[in-house]
């Protein structure tokens, strides 16, 4: 999805604009005033996300209003941050938000209602007063004292959302954290696996058969823990993430899967040019002089084999990693310190 301006993210001027149009919209469908269909109706008018409006006039169509299931799943899917759905430990903080988003939600729609009301009786009474100077300055002073207070509700809800923007904003910094701490792999400070799923699933959509994925695996790992030890082999992982993070290109992404195996993912990098790349790192690695810091014993000769794969067509990301992988095994099969790709 195309980058988006995040719910609340106006200021107030922006957000009464918005409510002056969404409101007589919902108040027409006769959509629940919820801080669910709030959000999607400010989001709605301000056409900012097309795919939220196509599937609002599906749902309409469809039940000829938006039930509560639909403007559920639709807030969740178009502006519920992804990490607020993931995040269980902040569940009360955003409980709080949107219990004092319904309340002032009801408080301003009831404005509204109230004001909609004198619109109607206002209506009525043209029809007897309509040469009656009196009435007609009487009826003139009541819209107006309705308009004012349906006015001062506005702006108070407006206000409101500038202040929830600004909570919103704190929590989002908070959820964005604790994502990284998810998505890291303590050992070398690189991504993991969840991380490197997250990119790769990120990436895929539009990449053009220029998304290629390297995956790279130390040889002859288990032999080095067992004749140096764990501790070795440890700090050997550690070591060759840093050396392929420091030769990693522009639009690049890394991550640690497992034991001594990386992914690198290449966007805007075809075939060609990937198989080159992981041959220079395949090369450096082989040509490390690596002395474990302890003990300053030299080790034998380290060495990666790397299987690449880019994406293709209408391929899914698991296939792509399928593929990579077969390469990676085939590359080891060849008797290692190689790389394997389709030719």
Same mark, same amino acid.
């Given at each position: 999805?195309?980058?988006?301006?995040?719910?609340?993210?106006?200021?107030?001027?922006?957000?009464?604009?918005?409510?002056?149009?969404?409101?007589?919209?919902?108040?027409?469908?006769?959509?629940? #005033?919820?801080?669910?269909?709030?959000?999607?109706?400010?989001?709605?008018?301000?056409?900012?996300?097309?795919?939220?409006?196509?599937?609002?006039?599906?749902?309409?169509?469809?039940?000829?209003?938006?039930?509560?299931?639909?403007?559920?799943?639709?807030?969740?899917?178009?502006?519920?941050?992804?990490?607020?759905?993931?995040?269980?430990?902040?569940?009360?903080?955003?409980?709080?938000?949107?219990?004092? !988003?319904?309340?002032?939600?009801?408080?301003?729609?009831?404005?509204?209602?109230?004001?909609?009301?004198?619109?109607?009786?206002?209506?009525?009474?043209?029809?007897?007063?309509?040469?009656?100077?009196?009435? !007609?300055?009487? !009826?003139?002073?009541?819209?107006?004292?309705?308009?004012?207070?349906?006015?001062?509700?506005?702006?108070?809800?407006?206000?409101?959302?500038?202040?929830?923007?600004?909570?919103?904003?704190?929590?989002?910094?908070?959820?964005?954290?604790?994502?990284?701490?998810?998505?890291?792999?303590?050992?070398?400070?690189?991504?993991?696996?969840?991380?490197?799923?997250?990119?790769?699933?990120?990436?895929? #959509?539009?990449?053009?058969?220029?998304?290629?994925? &390297?995956?790279?695996?130390?040889?002859?790992?288990?032999?080095?823990?067992?004749?140096?030890? $764990?501790?070795?082999?440890?700090?050997?992982?550690?070591?060759?993430?840093?050396?392929?993070?420091?030769?990693?290109?522009?639009?690049?992404?890394?991550?640690?899967?497992?034991?001594?195996?990386?992914?690198?993912?290449?966007?805007?990098?075809?075939?060609?040019?990937?198989?080159?790349?992981?041959?220079? !790192?395949?090369?450096?690695?082989?040509?490390?002089?690596?002395?474990?810091?302890?003990?300053?014993?030299?080790?034998?000769?380290?060495?990666?084999?790397?299987?690449?794969?880019?994406?293709?067509?209408?391929?899914?990301?698991?296939?792509?990693?399928?593929?990579?992988?077969?390469?990676? &095994?085939?590359?080891?099969?060849?008797?290692?310190?190689? $790389?394997?790709?389709?030719?």
């Amino acid at each position: 999805m195309a980058a988006e301006v995040p719910m609340f993210q106006y200021n107030t001027e922006q957000a009464n604009k918005l409510m002056k149009s969404a409101i007589p919209l919902m108040a027409k469908l006769d959509i629940p #005033p919820t801080p669910y269909n709030y959000g999607i109706w400010y989001e709605y008018v301000s056409n900012r996300t097309p795919k939220l409006n196509q599937v609002v006039d599906q749902a309409l169509r469809r039940f000829g209003s938006l039930p509560a299931f639909v403007s559920k799943e639709v807030f969740n899917e178009f502006l519920l941050p992804e990490e607020f759905q993931h995040a269980h430990q902040r569940d009360e903080s955003f409980k709080h938000l949107t219990q004092h !988003l319904e309340t002032e939600t009801s408080s301003v729609s009831s404005e509204i209602a109230q004001f909609n009301n004198t619109i109607l009786l206002t209506k009525k009474a043209l029809k007897h007063y309509s040469n009656d100077t009196d009435q !007609l300055a009487r !009826l003139a002073m009541l819209l107006e004292q309705g308009a004012f207070k349906a006015n001062q509700a506005i702006d108070g809800y407006s206000r409101t959302l500038a202040n929830t923007q600004e909570e919103l904003a704190a929590l989002r910094s908070e959820l964005l954290d604790a994502k990284k701490n998810t998505e890291l792999d303590v050992m070398t400070l690189l991504a993991n696996e969840k991380g490197f799923e997250r990119s790769l699933f990120s990436l895929a #959509p539009a990449a053009e058969d220029d998304l290629s994925l &390297l995956l790279v695996d130390i040889d002859h790992l288990g032999a080095i823990n067992q004749d140096y030890g $764990i501790k070795v082999g440890t700090s050997l992982i550690r070591y060759i993430a840093k050396l392929l993070l420091n030769n990693l290109p522009e639009n690049s992404f890394i991550a640690r899967l497992n034991g001594g195996q990386f992914a690198i993912l290449l966007s805007e990098t075809e075939l060609s040019i990937a198989a080159q790349f992981a041959e220079t !790192l395949r090369h450096q690695v082989s040509i490390q002089k690596i002395r474990y810091k302890n003990t300053k014993v030299l080790l034998r000769q380290v060495t990666v084999s790397i299987g690449v794969a880019t994406l293709v067509g209408d391929e899914s990301p698991k296939e792509l990693v399928e593929r990579a992988r077969h390469y990676l &095994l085939y590359a080891k099969r060849t008797g290692k310190n190689n $790389i394997a790709h389709h030719e």
